[in-house]
T-cell receptor, first 113, second 114 residues
Framework: EAQVTQNPRYLITVTGKKLTVTCSQN?????MSWYRQDPGLGLRQIYY???????DKGDVPEGYKVSRKEKRNFPLILESPSPNQTSLYFC????????????FGPGTRLTVT | KNQVEQSPQSLIILEGKNCTLQ??????????LRWYKQDTGRGPVSLTI?????NTKSNGRYTATLDADTKQSSLHITASQLSDSASYIC?????????????FGAGTRLAVHP
C-alpha cells in the first residue's frame, strides 16, 4: 500500500530537548516536504527536498533542520524546541511535475512545554 | 503576496443537503488548484486537481469549479453524508520554481448533522 508514515504520532517534550520526527515513503517519490498546521492558518511549508542530498527552506524554516540521505526518508529535527513550535506536523511526498498528487502522512502532534 | 482565502470558516448542514464552499486566490503565476479533504487528526487527502484550462472537475459527490479570470473556485458537495464532516482545504500551486509550491487556504470546517 502506497503510504507516508510518520513517527511518533504524538510527542510531549520540554524546551531545549532535541527531538527528531521521522518520515518515510514507499512510493519512490523524489520530492518530500514538511509542513506545520496551526489553528486558523493554512499548512505552511517548513523545508522541502527535491532529491537525495538536496534540501531547501520553505516559508517557516527557523528552528528546524532536515536531512535527506536516502530517497525514502526525510526526518525533521528540532535541535532546541521552543513552545512556539507546538503544532501539528505533516510530512508529504510526490513525484516531481505539475499535476502529481501530493500524499500526506498522518501527522505528528507536538507539544513543547 | 500569494494568498488563498476560503469562506465560510465553518458550516453546519443537515445530512442529505447540498453545500458550496468558496475559495479566492491571488497566487501568481498560477499552475493548478486543488481541493483536499482533511478528517480530524488525519493528513489531507486530495479530492480534485484542476489546471487553468479546466472549468469543472468531479469526484463522486464532490464537484469543483474554477474561474481563472476572477481567481475563484468552489467545491460543491451533493447529498451530504455524515462522513463528509471534515475540513476542506483549497490549495493553489505556483510552479514558477520548477516544482509545485503549494499555498494553502485555512480551510472550511464542515459539520454534517443527522
Amino acid at each position: 500500500e502506497a503510504q507516508v508514515t510518520q513517527n511518533p504520532r504524538y510527542l510531549i517534550t520540554v524546551t531545549g530537548k532535541k527531538l527528531t520526527v521521522t518520515c518515510s515513503q514507499n512510493m519512490n517519490h523524489e520530492y518530500m516536504s514538511w509542513y506545520r498546521q496551526d489553528p486558523g492558518l493554512g499548512l505552511r511549508q517548513i523545508y522541502y527536498s527535491m532529491n537525495v542530498e538536496v534540501t531547501d527552506k520553505g516559508d517557516v524554516p527557523e528552528g528546524y533542520k532536515v536531512s535527506r540521505k536516502e530517497k525514502r526518508n526525510f526526518p525533521l529535527i528540532l535541535e532546541s524546541p521552543s513552545p512556539n513550535q507546538t503544532s501539528l506536523y505533516f510530512c508529504a511526498s510526490t513525484e516531481t511535475g505539475g499535476l502529481n498528487e501530493q500524499y500526506f502522512g498522518p501527522g505528528t502532534r507536538l507539544t513543547v512545554t | 503576496k500569494n494568498q488563498v482565502e476560503q469562506s465560510p470558516q465553518s458550516l453546519i448542514i443537515l445530512e442529505g443537503k447540498n453545500c458550496t464552499l468558496q475559495c479566492n486566490y491571488t497566487v501568481s503565476p498560477f499552475s493548478n488548484l486543488r481541493w483536499y479533504k482533511q478528517d480530524t487528526g488525519r493528513g489531507p487527502v486530495s479530492l480534485t486537481i484542476m489546471t487553468f484550462s479546466e472549468n469543472t472537475k468531479s469526484n463522486g459527490r464532490y464537484t469543483a469549479t474554477l474561474d481563472a479570470d476572477t481567481k475563484q473556485s468552489s467545491l460543491h458537495i451533493t447529498a451530504s453524508q455524515l462522513s463528509d464532516s471534515a475540513s476542506y482545504i483549497c490549495v493553489v500551486s505556483d510552479f514558477s520554481g520548477g516544482y509545485n509550491k503549494l499555498i494553502f487556504g485555512a480551510g472550511t470546517r464542515l459539520a454534517v448533522h443527522p
